[in-house]
């Protein structure tokens, strides 16, 4: 959301990963502490999502990385990403209509909160 100039305060991260990445991530994320596995959790086959997380040694809260796996059902919106740089970096970033995918699969009432806000409109409802 931060990247569509509509941030959130939030204590996870979504990464959306090559299925094939997994163990390669997973390693990646312990070097930075993140050594928590949390339950593994399915969207009814549309979405795979493994968890990682850490406790902040200054703040005591629990930081969360959720892995999106690219299943069939997500590939476009893997197939569909940008690049954008984000303070001084480059980075490869859900398009647009690609987190409003993601989300209307989701479906909570902050993931419409949130299509509002990336389609534009001031309120959920319009």
Known sequence: ???YDHPRTTV???LVILSGSLDEVISLAAGLGYSIRGLDTFAQGAVEI???SKIDKDTGHVLSLDLL???PEIRPVWDSRLTATWEGRRLSVVSRE???ALKQMRGS????ADIAA???LDHAGD
């Open 1 to 3: 959301m931060a990247i």
């Open 12 to 14: 996870d991260i979504d």
């Open 50 to 52: 493994r968890r990682v």
């Open 69 to 71: 796996l690219v299943t």
């Open 98 to 100: 690609g987190l409003i």
């Open 109 to 112: 009432l902050q993931d419409r």
């Open 118 to 120: 990336l389609e534009g």
